[in-house]
């Protein structure tokens, strides 16, 4: 099963210090096999932390589970065609104490956070080009960033990105 850790862990992964209270996980799945493969999270305690009925991986795909004896929440996100794909194609696995954990590529955590846009992602995004810029597919990301400003109508994710790149040569 292929699968990668994405949002503030992959931050931290990449060597930036950052508070977080969940794990972020995209995970390559059918809806038909969500279900199955929550009942198998069960079995190593891992539960849901909300219900709101059977339809609810249909219409989020997405699993919102914690895990019982640390009470560490999950968000299982259920890959979707296009983006997530792709992502899970440039996934890097990173040695995390000892364990090869596939973790998003650097390019596509830029993306995913400028996306998201809230302050403290912004912030990731700065503290990830500080840290990582050499690695960064730096035209990767702005071809992905053109494409999701053209099918969202938007025109603020490549500026947003200029900006921090200029932010970062000032630090």
Known sequence: ??????????????????????????????????????????????????????????????????????????????AGPGLEMSFLEMAKPLDLSGVQVPVIDPADLITTKLLAGRP??????????????????????RDTLKMIEQALDRGDLLPELERLLEATKED
Request: aromatic share 8%; glycine share 6%; no cysteine.
């Open 120 to 141: 403290q992602d912004l912030e990731d995004v700065r503290g990830l080009l500080l840290e990582r810029k050499v690695e960064v597919d730096l035209e990767r990301t």
């Open 1 to 78: 099963m292929r699968w990668y850790v994405f949002g503030a862990q992959a931050v931290v992964a990449y060597g930036r210090p950052r508070l977080t209270t969940d794990v972020d996980i995209t995970v390559e799945l059918s809806l038909d096999e969500a279900e199955r493969f929550a009942d198998r999270l069960r079995a190593h305690g891992f539960f849901p932390r909300e219900s709101d009925g059977p339809n609810r991986i249909e219409r989020t795909r997405v699993l919102l589970l914690v895990h019982e004896s640390s009470g560490f929440p999950v968000d299982l996100v259920i």
